[in-house]
Structure formats: structure tokens, C-alpha cells
């Protein structure tokens, strides 16, 4: 009875969970190709347009 309990909230969770951490990776990926960016590109003019 446990096991089925068990399987059935990590079943209800999984969308969330697997939600957050692709956000999580998504974020932190953003992150870095921005500052990728900024590195590769310092000294332009067109730095101060960037938002």
C-alpha cells in the first residue's frame, strides 16, 4: 500500500519537478550566453542597446 502511495505522488510531482529544473537550467544558461556576449563584443557601440 505504501509502494502505490508513494508511486502516485511522484507521479502527480513529476511535472513540477521536472518544470522548475528545465527553468533552472534555462535561466542559468541565459545567464551565461549573455555574458558570453558582453565579453565578445566589448568596446562596441552597440553594448549600451542591449536590455
Keep these: 500500500m505504501f509502494g502505490a502511495i508513494a508511486i502516485v505522488i511522484i507521479l502527480l510531482l513529476s511535472p513540477f519537478i521536472i518544470t522548475i529544473s528545465l527553468a533552472a537550467v534555462a535561466a542559468a544558461l541565459g545567464k ?20
Excluded at 550566453?33 to 536590455?51: F, K
Aim: proline letters at 0%.
Design 32 to 51: 551565461l550566453l549573455h555574458e558570453d556576449a558582453e565579453d565578445r563584443h566589448q568596446g562596441s557601440s552597440l553594448i549600451q542597446t542591449n536590455v
